[in-house]
């Protein structure tokens, strides 16, 4: 629905030490759900074909072969690919923050899992976000990896107050495991494998 498509090449499977990688094809058009943040984690984008658009803290980048670009904990960014024709293809690293030892790591690919699960099951709209009581349940147990920065965090709390109960009453959940798990495996190019200094591990 938002023109991703990923393949996990470290995680939870086979972490290690080091971060969670992952090769993420934007197709052309494609645009993350929304502005956010990460309060415990560092996001790293290194672009290897196409390009990438990108809004970090304020300020807008376009993002060409060879380029990267590191994103904060707490920093509100947002990315997407403008181009009509073309994708791009991307590298993007999620580790924890320093100081951040208590959070587990492996929580970033639970959640990007949910939401994948939710849009092969034809459970979101046609930006990729779930319904409002579905979403609700996902912000509250995820706040500690995803925060969005719309609407204001205010009009959240209240908003969340409302409709987290009413969710759990009526059966929705943050987790699926059906959703969670590996949606297909498959073998990375090796060329894929040596960007991300893999080859051989």
Same mark, same amino acid.
């Given at each position: 629905?938002?023109?991703?498509?990923?393949?996990?090449?470290?995680?939870?499977?086979?972490?290690?030490?080091?971060?969670?990688?992952?090769?993420?094809? !934007?197709?052309?058009?494609?645009?993350?759900?929304?502005?956010?943040?990460?309060?415990?984690?560092?996001?790293?984008?290194?672009?290897?074909?196409?390009?990438?658009?990108?809004?970090?803290?304020?300020?807008?980048?376009?993002?060409?072969?060879?380029?990267?670009?590191?994103?904060?904990?707490?920093? !509100?960014?947002?990315?997407?690919?403008?181009?009509?024709?073309?994708?791009?293809?991307?590298?993007?690293?999620?580790?924890?923050?320093?100081?951040?030892?208590?959070?587990?790591?492996?929580?970033?690919?639970?959640?990007?899992?949910?939401?994948?699960?939710?849009?092969?099951?034809?459970?979101?709209?046609?930006?990729?976000?779930?319904?409002?009581?579905?979403?609700?349940?996902?912000?509250?147990?995820? !706040?500690?990896?995803?925060?969005?920065?719309?609407?204001?965090?205010?009009?959240?709390?209240?908003?969340?107050?409302?409709?987290?109960?009413?969710?759990?009453?009526?059966?929705?959940?943050?987790?699926?495991?059906?959703?969670?798990?590996?949606?297909?495996?498959?073998?990375?190019?090796?060329?894929?494998?040596?960007?991300?200094?893999?080859?051989? !591990?």
């Amino acid at each position: 629905m938002t023109g991703e498509y990923t393949v996990i090449l470290r995680g939870t499977e086979d972490r290690g030490e080091g971060p969670g990688i992952v090769y993420l094809t !934007a197709r052309p058009g494609a645009a993350v759900v929304g502005e956010h943040f990460h309060p415990n984690m560092i996001e790293r984008f290194t672009v290897f074909s196409g390009r990438l658009d990108a809004r970090i803290a304020g300020k807008t980048f376009s993002l060409g072969p060879g380029q990267s670009a590191t994103v904060e904990p707490g920093v !509100a960014h947002d990315w997407w690919n403008s181009s009509k024709t073309k994708e791009a293809q991307v590298l993007v690293e999620v580790d924890r923050a320093q100081g951040a030892d208590h959070i587990d790591s492996n929580r970033f690919e639970l959640l990007i899992g949910m939401l994948f699960g939710l849009a092969n099951a034809g459970k979101v709209d046609k930006k990729g976000r779930p319904s409002p009581l579905q979403a609700a349940v996902i912000a509250r147990e995820f !706040a500690d990896v995803i925060v969005f920065t719309r609407p204001s965090p205010a009009i959240q709390r209240v908003a969340l107050g409302l409709l987290v109960p009413l969710a759990n009453l009526l059966g929705y959940r943050a987790i699926d495991p059906s959703y969670c798990k590996p949606h297909a495996h498959i073998t990375p190019a090796a060329q894929i494998l040596a960007l991300a200094g893999l080859l051989g !591990a």
